[in-house]
C-alpha cells in the first residue's frame, strides 16, 4: 500500500512540474504553443526565438532533446515522440505529422551553412533553407539525420545512422549515407 502511495505521489508531482514548466516555456516565448497533453522530460530544452512560431500537440519531448525555432520559422509536432537527445532545429519550416517517433540523438535540420571562399570560418554569412515535412506514422530510428528539403512519406522507416538528402517515397525503408531504398513495406498499410 505504501508503495502505490508513493508512485501516486511522483505521478501527481511529475503532472505539476510539466504544467509549470509548459506554463513558464509559454510565457518566456509568445510564439511557443504547448497542449496540456504535451509531456517534457526534465532536462530537454525548447527555444522559440521571437518571431518564431512551435506547435506542440500531444507530444512526448525526452530528456536531453532540443527543440529550436528560429526567427520566421515554423515547428509543427503532432501526437511525435522525441528520444533522448535527438535535436530538431529550424530557421524554415519542420512539420512532424501524426504519429511520428523519433529515436535518441536523431538530427533534423531545415539548413546548411553557405560559406564563401573569400571568407575565414568564422565567415558563415548566410543558409540555404529548405521546408521538411516528414509524415504520418514514419519512424526515424537512432542517430539518423534529416537534411534541408527532405520530405519523408506517411509510414517510411529511416534506419540507423542514415543521412537522408533527397525525398522518401511512402511506406519504404531507407538507410546508409547517403541514404538510398532498401525496400518497400508490406501493402497491408492503409
Known amino acids: 500500500m505504501m508503495a502505490k502511495t508513493i508512485r501516486l505521489i511522483g505521478r501527481i508531482l511529475h503532472r505539476l512540474s510539466n504544467t509549470c514548466r509548459r506554463y513558464y516555456l509559454q510565457l518566456k516565448y509568445p510564439g511557443l504553443s504547448i497542449d496540456r497533453h504535451t509531456v517534457m522530460e526534465r532536462g530537454c530544452k525548447i527555444i522559440c526565438i521571437d518571431g518564431g512560431k512551435m506547435e506542440l500537440v500531444h507530444s512526448f519531448i525526452s530528456a536531453g532533446a532540443y527543440l529550436f525555432a528560429d526567427k520566421g520559422a515554423k515547428v509543427m509536432l503532432d501526437h511525435v515522440h522525441v528520444g533522448r537527445y535527438s535535436h530538431i532545429v529550424s530557421k ?20 546548411d ?27 526515424i530510428a537512432a542517430k539518423a ?22 525525398p522518401v517515397p511512402r511506406a519504404e525503408v531507407w538507410g546508409g549515407i547517403p541514404a538510398k531504398f532498401i525496400k518497400k513495406i508490406s ?3 492503409p
Open 145 to 166: 539525420t534529416i537534411l534541408k528539403g527532405v520530405t519523408v512519406g506517411d509510414h517510411a522507416i529511416i534506419a540507423a545512422s542514415a543521412v537522408v538528402t533527397k
Open 92 to 111: 524554415a519550416s519542420i512539420t512532424l505529422q501524426f504519429g511520428v517517433s523519433i529515436a535518441e540523438m536523431v538530427v533534423i535540420r531545415d539548413q
Open 113 to 139: 551553412h553557405v560559406i564563401h571562399p573569400d571568407h575565414t570560418a568564422a565567415g558563415i554569412v548566410s543558409y540555404r533553407l529548405g521546408a521538411i515535412v516528414i509524415g504520418k506514422h514514419a519512424w
Open 187 to 189: 501493402n497491408s498499410i
